[in-house]
Every structure is written in C-alpha cells, then in structure tokens.
C-alpha cells in the first residue's frame, strides 16, 4: 500500500453542507466506541502506532481554509501545527469501570464540538473497563468523512491478524505551506469560471451518445421528481422532532448477523428491511410509552445511500444520497412492520428516489455558496424526516490495534437541528452492533428505545420460529406462506410476504 497524495481538496457540496447545518448544537461529527479485548497499550504505544499510518489518510493531517469574499467552497490544505498528541487523548473510566460508565463519558466527548482550525479529527484512549478490555472512542466531522470511506480508513488504521508487521514511514512528514488569501481567491474565481464549462464538456460527451444520453436524462428526471414528491409529503409531528441542545446520550446493544439473515430469509426481505422494522417497533413502543396515538401514524427516516463507487472507496468525503424510508408505527403486529417496511423500500428503489437525490447532490457542485446554504437547511429539515436511519457494512473479519483484538464497534451518528434521536447500525465480523445517540434533555429515556429494538427482534425471530416450524420437511427451508397485502394509512396495499432468498 502506497501513501495517498496531499493535494489540496476543494470539499464537495455534500460535504459542504454538513459545515453549513452545524451550530452550538446541532454537531456534524459522527464516530465509533470500539471495545476490545485484552490489556490496553500505552499512550505511548498507541501514538506511535497511528502516527506510522498517517501518511494512508492525508486528511487527517489537513485543515480546512476558506477562499475570500465567499468565492467557493473551503478546501482541505495541510496543517503545519499539526500535532498528535492534541488528536490523540488519554483517559480512564471510574470505578466500576463498565458500559454504564463508558456511555456516560462517550456522551459527553460527542457533546463537544471539534475545532474547525485544526484537523477535524479526535481519538481518546479509555482504560479501566471492566473484564479486562479497554476501548478507543474516535470522532471526525462528518464533512471529511461518510460512513463508507470510514470502513475503509478503519482497515487502514486496523491489522487483519494479531501478530501484523509494523509499519515504518519511509520519510518525515512535512506539510506544504498554507495556500494564501490571493491564490485562495483566484482558485475560487478560477472554479466559479470553469465548473459551467466543465458541465458543457460532459454534456457535449453526452450528446455523443444519444440513446444513452435518452436513458439517463428520462431516469434523472423520474428520480427528481420522486424527490419533489418526498419533499411534499412532510414528516408527521412527534416528540422525536423538538429544539436540541449540545448536550447529548448515548447507547448501544449488539445481535447475531445470523439472526438478522434468518429473519429475512424467512420473510423474503433484507437485512436492512429487519433493521428498519425493529427501529419501527422500538419507536412505536416509546411513543406509545409517550403517550402518543399511533393509530394512522406513519414516520420518516432519512436513510443514507452510498454512491461510492468501487474505484472510489477509500477515499475521504462525501459519496452520498438519502431515501425516505417509512416507518410503520401504526402497525401492531411486527412482521406486518417487517413486510409494509419491505414492500416500501422496494418500491423506493425502483422509483428512483435515491438517483434523483444523486442528481440533485451533482449538480449542487456547481451552485453558489448562498444557494448551497439554503439547500442545506432544506436537507435536515424536520419536513422531510423524523430520524436518521444509517446501515454501513463493516468487515466481517476481526480488526486488531497492537495486537488486541476489536471486539465490538458501536457506530455514533450526529443530531440534526430538532432532531432528537438517530440510530447508526454497523455490521461486523458476525455481529449487527447498534448505537443510539439521542439530545440529553430530549431523551432522557433513550434506554427505553435501546431496550425496544431488543425486544421487536425477539418478536421477529418468534415469528421466523413459528414459521420454520409450520413448514412441512418436504419443503425447502427458508419457504413462507404468502400472508394477506397489508394496508398503509393511505389505503393503499403494501405488498405481500415475498419469497426467501432476498438479499
């Protein structure tokens, strides 16, 4: 593996945004509490260990700066302060050293927003947990990093064996100088100039293609308008979407994979069908709690769709676009969540909801800074979603750090302006590990939706029992019964048990 390059980076609009939504409290960071297994190294150690895979990830070295006049989106220049020992932190839990006391401090690190004049980075050291593990909490802003190129940059940072060869950097680094205001000012004219010519050059390539040009501009189209039509049915109205604060808590709780797959190769879905529907019962059960009438009450959550594409994984930034997955709240009866949910995401799929948000992150690359601004607050606006919903596929093969073996990573997400839940799902090494991040004041009970999200898979693998049981040994495994179309609160029919074996 080579070291990646250090250019200097103009941020994409999608990573733009997430600058442009932050404030005292609403942070765009997101993160992972990784627990592993064994004796901690030393701070010592540990310091050293990330400083030799430094030269993989430029950006962790990089800064932002900001043209003039507000002449274009900032960029990602190296930071000749660059110093570890302010990224890397050192601390332990108290006595008696558990997850109780480990969420506590994960709260209130994720409380704090990072220092926009130095690398938008974090990582702390936690000793003293129980059962002799030890954890590492890292935190980066979410404008240099998505879900998916933060696997990639976790494989960089990880060992895939225990005994892994240390790896020495083959010159110091050294920053390049800090571009100044007057370049600064003439890239951003420069690319205010170029970005329309650019447009013309690949239309021009288009056009040179007409039936494939045909093709593209009638799905671009189709997908737009699906997004115009999302952006008319608003999110309802529930104590989920209330003024947050800076403050924040945290939780976690872990399943089987397996179970995950049993579940939808039974019901003939996906796995992130079956998480979607436990997010539907957890929340239904907390409204509920909440005194809150469920009854027609159908809930929206933004659910981020990598468009990374293969050639591009590993890079930092942005990749992404959003659906509107529905939440099926008003349905009592959990695989009935599990088939409306199903149904929904496929026909969200081939609606192309997802390519027309694409199109629409495209072309915000080539709109002004105050544009880009107004559409950033219509991207997390209480309008279109109640909560983030992200699923982000991890390895299934164990990490190592030194040597100790990651046990268990629980992703963070971030907390959009009155939004006072999300839910981050990560898959690894056999394992579905769920974090919940919710406003300190506003989920005082976010327990409760960790303890529901247990209690609607058990529910789901209930039903997965009673229908393995129900089917005759002559059939193949994984084979249910059709059940009657289900009814969302629109009257329309959701969609019937599909057969097993959907991916």
Do not use: C
């Not at 109205?237 to 994979?257: F, K």
């Amino acid at each position: 593996m080579e070291p990646a390059s250090h250019e200097i980076d103009r941020l994409t609009a999608i990573d733009a945004q997430f600058l442009t939504n932050e404030s005292e409290s609403s942070h765009m960071h997101i993160g992972a509490v990784m627990i592993f297994e064994g004796d901690p190294p030393t701070y010592d150690e540990l310091k050293a260990h990330i400083a030799s895979r430094l030269d993989f990830v430029p950006r962790y070295r990089q800064r932002l700066v900001y043209p003039p006049y507000g002449t274009g989106r900032p960029l990602w220049a190296d930071d000749p302060d660059f110093n570890l020992n302010y990224h890397l932190r050192h601390t332990a839990l108290p006595k008696p050293g558990g997850e109780r006391e480990l969420k506590i401090l994960a709260s209130r690190l994720f409380s704090q927003a990072l220092d926009r004049s130095k690398p938008l980075w974090e990582m702390f050291l936690v000793e003293e947990l129980e059962g002799d593990r030890f954890a590492i909490i890292i935190k980066s802003h979410h404008a240099m990093i998505d879900g998916i190129s933060g696997v990639d940059i976790g494989t960089v940072i990880f060992d895939v064996t225990p005994d892994a060869e240390p790896i020495v950097p083959k010159e110091e680094w050294k920053p390049e100088p800090l571009p100044s205001n007057m370049s600064l000012l003439e890239r951003g004219a420069r690319e205010l100039a170029t970005e329309p010519v650019k447009l013309g050059e690949r239309a021009v390539h288009a056009l040179r293609k007409p039936s494939t040009l045909a093709s593209k501009v009638g799905e671009s189209a189709e997908g737009l308008a699906e997004v115009a039509r999302a952006l008319a049915d608003s999110a309802p109205d529930v104590p989920l979407n209330v003024p947050i604060g800076p403050h924040r808590r945290i939780t976690w709780t872990s399943a089987s994979l397996d179970e995950f797959k049993r579940i939808k190769d039974v019901f003939g879905t996906t796995v992130n069908d079956v998480v979607l529907a436990i997010a539907a019962g957890s929340i239904r059960k907390w409204l509920i709690k909440r005194g809150v009438d469920t009854d027609g009450l159908e809930l929206r959550a933004m659910v981020p769709v990598s468009v990374r594409s293969d050639d591009e994984r590993g890079q930092l930034g942005n990749k992404l676009a959003t659906m509107r997955a529905p939440l099926p709240v008003y349905e009592s009866d959990p695989v009935g969540r599990l088939e409306i949910v199903s149904a929904a995401m496929d026909g969200l799929k081939q609606s192309k909801q997802a390519l027309g948000a694409e199109v629409i992150a495209r072309l915000n690359d080539f709109a002004p800074p105050t544009l880009l601004a107004q559409a950033a607050r219509l991207t997390f606006s209480t309008r279109l979603f109640n909560l983030l919903v992200t699923n982000v596929p991890g390895p299934q093969i164990p990490l190592y750090v030194l040597g100790r073996k990651l046990s268990k990573p629980y992703p963070v997400a971030f907390l959009a302006k009155n939004h006072g839940l999300a839910v981050g799902v990560m898959s690894y090494a056999g394992q579905v590990n769920i974090g919940l991040i919710g406003d300190f004041d506003a989920m005082p009970d976010i327990g409760q939706i960790r303890r529901g999200l247990n209690e609607s898979l058990s529910e789901l693998a209930e039903a997965a029992d009673e229908v393995e049981s129900s089917i005759a040994p002559e059939k193949p495994k994984g084979a249910a019964k059709k059940s009657p179309a289900r009814k969302s609160p629109n009257g329309k029919a959701s969609g019937t048990r599909k057969p097993a074996g959907k991916s």
